[in-house]
């Protein structure tokens, strides 16, 4: 019976973390289209002209969502951390579906002219407003649900489900690139995963509905006011922007290697939209297996080791491989180079989320991680794309990019020293 009834529970659980990462998967589904098909998206919906200007404004459009973020991680963080993790969660899904629908279905510039990427701004806009929480929403969900000793481990789902989308949509991209010409993918077919993101849209609130509050949640006998939280944030302001610095080396990797990928495949090293989408569906599925590993990795030997190893690996390796890479430009050695950054930031990030949910205060845990979060995705993280385009510009080196990575693993070795010396040694740090 006892053992029945732990294979219920742990049945249980996987349903629990299955239903409230969902969110997370249209979110990164969503962000890695728009990245991957960013060519396409510059041609359809700005002026033509310039193509590596149109590229820029493109991903200009991207980034603006990012500047959403920390507005929505403020305000919809304070949202959850009053009415509770299920409501907000169900606001979150519904902001970003929103977003994402007006996306799908806005007309070009050759139809409506610049009401096209005035749209298409404001879809991105939605989405970044939604993401600022969803991220901290489902992190903090499931560091409540989890068992005693496996924090890590759990909350390493919130980005594994990330992963899952990038390899479905990299598998979608994969399918339209054989079957439909270049042509035809450039005029309609980069739309078609759009809708099915849309499509997708009426399963995930089912599936979400039935998530049940976090025991931690209700036991608390009073939830913070709006005004309360924003008090809270601004006394504990030099770990949030701490929490933003460790954040970086997370947001930062993860953009370059994912949706930056495609791009600097396709246009910087003249490989074919199939090798970037194989790279691409290779790196998402690397980084599945390192996230819940290396969570559960820190629930034995602590975040504080994970978190400086791994930042100043990248701090030392992120310019030497990419130069290496242009220098010997192939197929294999794109897929060797990424398979690497990859490993260094699936391993930070498995310790890293969870430490971000163990040093803001409690009773401001949604709003605090959200805010911390965004933060580094609207500055540094969420521009990777554009600031990856500019430097090689501006350069005219190609590796250029690795600059930018070896500065966040600068920021996360930094952050996490200083957090750790401040708050001192927890069992887990």
Known sequence: MTAISADGASRSKLATV????SGNFLEMFDFFLFGFYATYISKAFFPPGNEVASLLLTFMTFGAGFLMRPLGGILLGAYVDRVGRRRGLLTTLSIMAMGTILI?????????????PLLVLIGRLLQGFSAGVE??????????????????FYVA???GSQQVA??????IGYGLNKSLAPAEVSDWGWRVPFFIGC?????????R?????TEEFLQRKRHPSLGEVFRTLAQNWVIVGLGMLLVVMTTVPFYAITVYTPTFGKSVLKLTDVDSLIVTFCVALSNFFWLPVMGAVSDRVGRRPILLIFSLLMLV?????????VAHITFTNMLIVLLWLSFLYGSYNGAMVVALTEIVPPEVRTAGFSLAYSLATAVFGGFTPLISTWLIDTTGNRASPGYWLAFAGLCGAFAAFTIYRRVGTHPKS
């Open 18 to 21: 299955l239903r409230v990462t």
């Open 104 to 116: 799908a279905f806005v007309p070009g510039y050759a139809t409506i002219g610049l009401l096209a």
């Open 135 to 152: 991220l901290g929403g489902v992190s903090v969900y499931l560091s409540e649900m989890a068992t005693p000793g496996n924090k890590g």
């Open 157 to 159: 789902w919130q980005s």
């Open 166 to 171: 990038i390899m479905v949509a990299a598998i």
């Open 199 to 207: 499509l997708i849209v009426p399963f995930l609130f089912y599936i």
């Open 209 to 213: 509905q039935s998530l049940a509050e």
């Open 317 to 325: 390796t992120g310019y030497p491989v990419l130069a290496w890479l």
